[in-house]
Each structure stands twice: as structure tokens, then as C-alpha cells.
């Protein structure tokens, strides 16, 4: 097969200069949209030299990508974030997280451990620190919101069910709104009881 050279300088040659009937029908922009790019780069791994080149280039790519995994990977990248973007923003939720368990701690909501020791508090510690971590940083609002309930749900004590209250209404009647608040209350310290029994 001979190329026949364009007649302006930085011409591509066409498809019919080529010996190539271009396809027609329904699809073809989708099966290929440019048919002397593919015949381009056939001449160019036809060369030797290019191919050559081209292997020593992905080897060299393939070790890189071995020596350095990080560099190529985008976990905790929100996309049409840049790296540098995002490091600084979970570094951030990271300050955040820490006050946020600083506080907690204080409050006595959340035990407070020794650092270094490998407990059972120790570790559900460090499961919603990292929890408030990803609430807090860069993520997509999904894995944020299931973050947030997992903080909250061994956090703060969950309001008592429709269940619940419909028994202390009826149990108390609607009128007796201090013995029905004192029951709510009671009730919740009994669920809070029971939760540090177990």
C-alpha cells in the first residue's frame, strides 16, 4: 500500500488518499469516529524505533507505578478536586475531629483512654474519631451522612419511638403533661441504663 503525500504541509492524508471507504449507517461515531487516527497510529507502532521507545517508556511506567502507588491512586479525592485541594481539607477535618473529640471526652460522653493503649474504648474511639473525620472532610454527602449517624448513634441517646410514647399517653392521659414529661424521662434513663449494662 503507498501513501500518496498531501499537498499542504501539515495535511493529514484523507481517508479515500488512504484506500479507506469510510463506513455508513447508524453507529459509526460510536464504533469509530476517527478512522485516520487508528491508521496513524498502526503506521507508528509499524516503526521500530517508536516501538521501542513506546515499551521502554511503559515499563519504566509500570515500575513507577509500583515504586509509588499513592501518587497514582485518588482515594479521598472527590473528583474535580485537586490533590492539593483535598490533603488540606482532611487536614483540616483532622484538627476538627481531634476537638470534636476533646470535647466529647470532657463531656463525658465519650470514655476517655490512655494514648497507646489497646482497649475496647480505645478502639471504638478511634472508629468515631475517624467517623467525624469523614463527616468533617471532603467526601461525597452520602458517605458523609452515613458518617454523621454512626457518630450520633453511639453519641447521643435516641428519642424514644411513637411506641413508647403512645404507651405513657395512654397510660398517663393527655392532661398530665408533667407526669407524662417525668415519664419520658424516666424512661430514657432507663434506656440508658440498660445500655451501659451491656
Known amino acids: 500500500m503507498t501513501f500518496s503525500?498531501?499537498?499542504?504541509?501539515?495535511?493529514?492524508p484523507s481517508l479515500k488518499s488512504l484506500g479507506?471507504?469510510?463506513?455508513?449507517?447508524?453507529?459509526?461515531?460510536?464504533?469509530?469516529?476517527?478512522?485516520?487516527?487508528?491508521?496513524a497510529i498502526k503506521r507508528c507502532?509499524?516503526?521500530?524505533?517508536?516501538?521501542?521507545?513506546?515499551?521502554?517508556?511503559?515499563?519504566?511506567?509500570?515500575l513507577d507505578r509500583?515504586?509509588?502507588?499513592?501518587?497514582?491512586?485518588?482515594?479521598g479525592i472527590p473528583n474535580g478536586m485537586r490533590r492539593a485541594e483535598a490533603e488540606a481539607m482532611w487536614a483540616c477535618?483532622?484538627?476538627?475531629?481531634?476537638?470534636?473529640?476533646r470535647q466529647m471526652q470532657e463531656q463525658g460522653i465519650l470514655p476517655t483512654t490512655?494514648?497507646?493503649?489497646?482497649?475496647?474504648?480505645?478502639?471504638?474511639?478511634?472508629?468515631?474519631?475517624?467517623a467525624l473525620k469523614m463527616a468533617l472532610g471532603p467526601s461525597i454527602l452520602s458517605d458523609k451522612l452515613a458518617a454523621a449517624s454512626l457518630v450520633l448513634t453511639y453519641t447521643k441517646a435516641k428519642p424514644p419511638t411513637v411506641a413508647d410514647t403512645r404507651a405513657l399517653v395512654d397510660k398517663h392521659g393527655h392532661d398530665d403533661q408533667t407526669g407524662l414529661l417525668l415519664a419520658l424521662i424516666e424512661a430514657n434513663r432507663a434506656g440508658d441504663g440498660d445500655a451501659a449494662e451491656t
Open 114 to 130: 490512655p494514648d497507646g493503649a489497646i482497649t475496647d474504648e480505645a478502639l471504638a474511639n478511634a472508629a468515631i474519631r475517624e
Open 20 to 39: 479507506i471507504r469510510r463506513k455508513t449507517g447508524k453507529g459509526i461515531y460510536k464504533s469509530n469516529p476517527r478512522p485516520n487516527q487508528s491508521v
Open 93 to 101: 477535618a483532622d484538627v476538627l475531629a481531634d476537638e470534636a473529640m
Open 5 to 12: 503525500t498531501p499537498t499542504t504541509p501539515n495535511a493529514r
Open 45 to 62: 507502532w509499524a516503526d521500530p524505533a517508536f516501538r521501542a521507545k513506546r515499551t521502554e517508556a511503559q515499563k519504566q511506567h509500570f
Open 66 to 75: 509500583a515504586a509509588n502507588p499513592d501518587k497514582y491512586s485518588r482515594v
